[in-house]
C-alpha cells in the first residue's frame, strides 16, 4: 500500500511562485511512476507533469513547459512540483499520484494511488 499527502498550496498572484510536495509513505519500491495532475472547477482533470522514478525522466504538458518542474527527493520520500511564473488559468486543485502498472504516463488509469489534493489560487 502507498499513501500519499500533498501540501504547499496557497494564493499567490500571476508571476508568482508555488512549491507542492507529495511526502510518498509505504511500499514506495512498488512504484514506477508519479505524476502531477490538477482539476479546475467545471472541466475535467488533467495530467501537468510526470516521471518515471527509477530514471528520473520527466515529462510536462504544454501549458506548463518552462515553468514548473518536477522532482524527486528519494531519501525525504517527497516528490516536488515547482512551479514559476503562475498564470491564472493554472489555477486548481492540484493532486499527486502514484503508479504501479507501467503504462503510457498521461494514462489516468495506471494511477494506483492518490493524495487528497492542494488548492492553488493565482489571482490576476
Known amino acids: 500500500q502507498v499513501q500519499l499527502v500533498e501540501s504547499g498550496g496557497g494564493s499567490v498572484q500571476a508571476g508568482g511562485s508555488l512549491r507542492l510536495s507529495c511526502a510518498v509513505s509505504g511500499y514506495t519500491g512498488s512504484i514506477n511512476s508519479m505524476g502531477w495532475f490538477r482539476q479546475a472547477p467545471g472541466k475535467e482533470r488533467e495530467g501537468v507533469s510526470a516521471i518515471y522514478t527509477g530514471v528520473g525522466s520527466t515529462y510536462y504538458v504544454d501549458s506548463v513547459t518552462g515553468r514548473f518542474t518536477i522532482s524527486q527527493d528519494n531519501a525525504k520520500n517527497t516528490m516536488y512540483l515547482r512551479m514559476n511564473r503562475l498564470k491564472p488559468e493554472d489555477t486548481a486543485m492540484y493532486y499527486c499520484?502514484?503508479?504501479?502498472?507501467?503504462?503510457?504516463?498521461?494514462?489516468?488509469?495506471?494511477?494506483?494511488?492518490w493524495g487528497q489534493g492542494t488548492q492553488v489560487t493565482v489571482s490576476s
Open positions: 499520484a502514484a503508479a504501479t502498472r507501467w503504462g503510457g504516463i498521461w494514462d489516468e488509469l495506471i494511477y494506483d494511488y
